[in-house]
């Protein structure tokens, strides 16, 4: 089986180009409200290139986000240099599955935008979870969120989901394929980058992997693993969650 890791690497270059025209910034101030709650610091699991780190820190709140991607940590160091704002930001290359923090020392960890989901196996996503309430204080708030209803996702086969410029002019074409693995329980997303700049022409082909876990389902891990549900949400905006929900997010309290 492969590695909910693998691709990300290579998807690095891209990430920030097509969430700027997909998921936008329609969930940051979700979870900027959650961030000042909790006064931080702020534990972020697959913080990437600092999509959410950032707008976070800007707000005064101290941020540690882990990642094992090394392409995608430098390109939120290189954000960060850039970045003017006396707001603390630890960026940490390291496995979420083995946490190197101090237990208890978090009032906040949060896992935005489907990264449990990588963890394609169930010991990978135990130890996980096991490691968050390990650095969580007693009382402290978990939320994450998860892609709705991957299972229900149609498959297709070498469709151009975007096309766009970048800041420099290169023309950037997105084709996907999506498969689905019922056996494995897991959804991949085939990707094929394409960059043009005049007669240059440069392909990324890469696999992601998610496994397709439901609410109920992660519901049931979090409470195996010491953590309370507190709210189960359906949109940015705290509306109830339903099946039919376009976003999935699950608060909980550790106990």
Same mark, same amino acid.
């Given at each position: 089986?492969?590695? @909910? ?28 409200? /959650?961030?000042?709650? !909790?006064?931080? =610091? ?48 630890? /960026? ?12 208890? !020392? ?10 449990? &989901? ?24 978990? @939320? ?7 299972? !229900? ?7 151009? !989901? ?11 074409? /997105?084709?996907?394929?999506?498969? &689905?693995?019922? &056996? ?6 085939? &990707? ?23 609410? =109920? ?22 509306? =109830?969650?339903? =099946? ?12």
């Amino acid at each position: 089986m492969a590695e @909910g890791w693998e691709g990300w690497d290579d998807y690095a270059p891209f990430y920030d180009w097509e969430n700027a025209q997909t998921v936008g910034r329609r969930d940051v101030r979700f979870w900027q409200r /959650l961030a000042a709650a !909790s006064q931080g =610091p702020v534990l972020e699991l697959g913080s990437g290139t600092g999509r959410v780190t950032f707008p976070l820190a800007k707000q005064g709140i101290t941020v540690v986000g882990i990642d094992r991607s090394a392409a995608m940590l430098a390109r939120a160091a290189s954000r960060r240099r850039r970045l003017r704002t006396k707001a603390s930001i630890q /960026l940490v290359r390291g496995d979420i599955r083995y946490l190197p923090f101090e237990p208890r !020392s978090f009032p906040l960890a949060i896992a935005p935008y489907g990264i449990l &989901q990588s963890l394609l196996r169930e010991k990978d996503l135990a130890a996980t979870l096991a490691a968050v309430a390990g650095v969580l204080s007693i009382g402290a708030t978990f @939320g994450l969120e998860l892609v709705a209803d991957l299972p !229900s996702w149609k498959e297709y086969s070498k469709r151009v !989901s975007l096309r766009g410029k970048r800041a420099n002019g290169t023309t950037v074409t /997105l084709t996907e394929s999506v498969r &689905q693995d019922p &056996q494995r329980k897991l959804t991949l997303f085939d &990707q094929e980058f394409v960059e043009r700049a005049g007669r240059h022409t440069r392909r990324r082909r890469f696999t992601l992997a998610f496994r397709t876990l439901s609410v =109920p389902q992660m519901t049931r891990r979090l409470e195996k693993a010491g953590f309370e549900v507190t709210a189960l949400l359906g949109d940015y905006r705290g509306g =109830p969650w339903d =099946p039919r929900a376009e976003t999935w997010i699950i608060l909980a309290k550790r106990v």
